[in-house]
């Protein structure tokens, strides 16, 4: 009888997939800080307003995923005027924009507004009936929009306050359970027994510059202390929510300066992880979307001491997934 035949080769080991990179991508569209970046859905993303080398701005441009370009769109332009260290969030499809400061002739007035953009047009709804503020934290869950913290021509802030989409409303809920800051950073994320909550941490007051977390239960109308984040306190980042994670991107270290590395950081069921640094040197106050599974960076300073200040145009993305 003839021999069975011989067993095929065993296919090679396949390799780990390489490590994700951050990946350059079209320029900023225009120098600033403090402007609110986003994305409606996978092909289009907007950046408004914000702090330019010449002033504040109400500028607003539109980025085509498909070929990786921005255009100025003047149409839609931020109708509440020229705006810096303002604060925005995406919600049901909705994004949300408002407070900071503008000029005026009496010098800079502050503002408590809000309006909503559904990638047709901006709509003013309801004031906060909170003090008016700059670089308030705004986190969008469920149907409502959370917002406090800030600075104020009183101090800064440690009061809360939710903004219901539905009934065009306003509550004012429990302080913040910390120290009053401005320009703290806030995502949903699920915590240690997997239930997603809005967060808000780090950011900087008169006690100095964070690294706590702070996590608001909705339904309890309280506030918990969750794992601080395992680097020096930070101030004025970008910062997202995807999926379950919520992340904490660039941003100032406790001197208030750029630090060497661009950290990213993630947040999941209450633990900490380390993400691939962006490229370059940690950005004060950039801004950051997420657009078919990459989050995108964008703008912000370079502040360091006893060097020039740097308006970077470079910009980059991430895959998440």
Known sequence: PSSPPPPPPSPPPTSPPPPAEWERVADTPYQAHHAFAFALDDD?????????PSGVTDRMARYDARSDSWSDVPALAFPGGPRGYAIGEVLQGVAYFGFGQSPSYRGWIMHRDLWAFNGQAWVRVRDCGCVERYHPAMVGHGEHLYVGAGGSWYGDRNDFWAYNVRTDSWTELAPLDGATRHHPYQFRATDARGILLPFVLFGHGPLGIFNDVNAFSPRENKW????????QGRVAGTQFSHGGAGYALSGEGKTHRSISDGEFWRFEMGRWSQMPDHPGRS??????????GYVYLHGGMVRQDNVRDLWPTDAYRFRLS
């Open 44 to 52: 289009t993303a907007y950046m408004v307003a914000g702090n330019t």
């Open 224 to 231: 918990a202390r969750a794992p601080s984040l395992p680097s």
């Open 283 to 292: 950005r004060w106050s950039p801004s950051s979307f997420v657009l078919g």
